[in-house]
């Protein structure tokens, strides 16, 4: 389970940036910033995942030679 | 939250700050507050006219410094000397003071007067100039004429005793010449001449204005100035024609003399004899070189005059706005006469107290004064203005807010968040790794040479992109994560982990091939590359990327409908939480979040396992509402009570928005009334005034020399009150805002999250875009060969290069800005955003220097 595992990375970071963010005027400003900018990114890597997670359709190709295979696979 | 703190969250807590001013300091004070650019002074005269002020007197005094200054400006144009940067001084422009201001003036106006009488002189000795080199043109070439003329005069007098010939004739048969008369001839016949120079574009119409007039009864002869002569008033290069006009008679002469005058020409005497004229010529050339000589002299004073000047007209220029500023300012004052003191009241952010108070400080005790320069807090109704601390990384995100509205006093400040989700809105849409990378390049760059930047001039497009410069680079580092998230580089696949697709191996070229899946495995991160150049590919990444708009839209939304719940709070209302927030948030929730919940449940069930046919969410959405409680293609059990609830839910909310709080609201004016209040401005009026007096009282203990003064002083302030805002309540208004807000409310539930899926067009668009540009040039010039093949490859790659930047960067970029610009003025902050507030506009020497800048 990868996205909880995402989760626990996001909400980590978020509290470490919580408790790291560089002191002085501007402390709201990067809190915020790193937490939504945590949160945001994980939600579109998670969003991606789940799509891929039981894809109901597979690619399908016809220009496909073997040559390309074989470079794929090296 | 720190209640005592400014932060980029709320907006400044300010205060109403009323300054008590010696008048001995009143310019120190004011020009010392400038410098620290905290202050918003209001305007306590606004019913005398500008003529009335007090200061009237010296801000026309420095209007005239400055136009002088401007004068000496525009003569160094002139004279292409070039002033002195203001990036060169290193002081900071201390306040001069007020023997320094008179000083500078006295030596503005006497620096005037000799520049304007060198100028003078100059302009003179050049118009001198021109004259004597056209006299000496003119010389030379009806000198010319005369020789030729002079064979013709014989032919000529037949004529004109034949007097039925045209005179004009003559110009067009060649006669024969070397008769040597003498020179006496003309005037023999009675013959008159004139000369002269005119502008060559106005020589056909002389002539006929002349043929016509005289009947073609003159001889007429020109030639053109090689060199164009140039005006000296208007430094204007003019090409002119000499001419020579011989006529019969007096009054011929005269007239043509008129006509020629009229038309602007200059006339000079020419001597009809050959030695005067050399004489002439002599005499004219000598001048001119004398004349020369004194030009360059006072050419070269004036020069070294202005020079002088440009060395510190910068300094001066700057110190001029400064002090008109401060007369400005001072204009916004009340004075008292009995007092002989100066009131101010002016808006500051409580935060910045302490420093007005030292820095008043500071300027007492330099001025010496015993009397200190008291600072009072008055409570006022008033709004206070809205001013949100920035510096240079939130500068860019809080004008983005701006733009759209001034937000209301202490609001949430919508630029916090903006900080992250305008810039990762644009990398949905602008997903690609390269493009982003190119885009935090430019950023880069653009941080690095920040300060030689900020000085040199730019042109408008590139200052507006430098202006966004943290937004830039913001919006590339997003757009590289999104990049690789979307697995496209240059519309290039990126291979970073092994793809969970497999091909058959055993196929026949040309036939249609599927995939398939590695057991168990899943693409760790972002698309997975084996999409790229299929055929379903658009198949695949529509239906994802509509599905991560509409996922990323709801999410924006509720974060800006939980802002609406903090304002509430922070506003303390109450009746807004429960009449707006929650049952907005319950019908919101209840349609979309319930989609959201659709879409992520359809994603974590395996269809092809379980042996079902998966659902579509869209039908699903749609007889939600058609026919609830019945499912088609149920999605999971239990389904269709769910949604009835659901329905059931949003659709009390409404009459719950709808009526609560208009009748909250009548309820809560209706008790007020019944204990026997008035209305609100009233009370609070009587103890700001309460207040006031307290505390002047405190403060003014000894200095004070009667209290009918002060009361002036506190009515004053009254007065400005009473005009402050207390509206009467009205139901039906307020039932009619209701009504309003509950409808766009609900309609716009649907209509914005229907927005956000331009996220997932403008991607799509993007990223086709960039595919057909490939396509187009550099996989055309891989598919030749030999030296073809390089040339090719090196052509296309300038072409796909710049294209790439300027096509899909620039302007691709300004779109995806536009429409992540648009997604949060209306769909985020019509939300929670309050606005209505007033802008902060403090007396700032900073500021007022930026506004019009000084070279």
Redesign the interface.
Known sequence: W?LLVGILVVIAFCVASYFLAPKG??Q??WR??LM??AT??Y???A????????????????????EY?QD?ML | MAPHKDTFFRSAEMSLTQLYIANEIGREVVSALGELGVMDFRDLNSETTAFQRTFTQEIRRLDNVERQLRYFHAQMDKAAIPMRSIYEFNNTFAAPTASEIDELSERAGSLENRIASLNESYETLKKREVDLTEWRWVLREAGGFFDRARGQTDEIRHSVDDDDAPLLRDVEQPTLSGDAQGEASFSVMNIGFVAGVIPRERMPSFERILWRTLRGNLYMNQSEIPEPIINPETNEEISKNVFVIFAHGKEIIAKIRKISESLGADLYNVDENSELRRDQIHEVNSRLSDLESVLRNTKTTLDAELTAIGRSLAAWMVIVKKEKAVYETMNKLSYDHARKTLIAEAWCPTSGLGLIKSTLQDVNDRAGLSVPTIVNQVRTTKTPPTYVKTNRFTLAFQTIIDAYGTAKYTEVNPGLPTIVTFPFLFAVMFGDFGHGLIMTLAACAMIFFERKLLRSKLDELFSMAFYGRYIMLMMGIFSIYTGLIYCDAFSKELAIFPSMWKWPTDFEVGDSVQATRVEGYTYPFGLDWGWHDTENDLLFSNSYKMKLSILLGWAHMTCSLVLSFVNARHFKKPIDIWANFVPGMIFFQSIFGYLVFAIVYKWTIDWYAIGQAPPGLLNMLIYMFLSPGTIEAPLYRGQGTVQVILILLAVICVPIMLFLKPFYERWEHNRARALGYRGIGESTRVSALDDDDDEEGQTLNGGRDSYGDDDEGVAMITQDIDQGEHEEFEFSEAMIHQVIHTIEFCLNCVSHTASYLRLWALSLAHQQLSIVLWDMTLNTAFSMTGAKGVFATVCLFYLWFTLTVFVLCIMEGTSAMLHSLRLHWVEAMSKHFIGDGIPFQPFSFKILLEEEPIE
């Open positions: 990868s005027e501007d709201l400003v915020s910033s939504i900018s945001a990114c939600l579109m890597w969003i991606t995942f789940l799509a891929q997670w039981h894809p109901l359709i597979v690619p399908q190709r016809n220009d496909l030679r073997p295979l794929k």
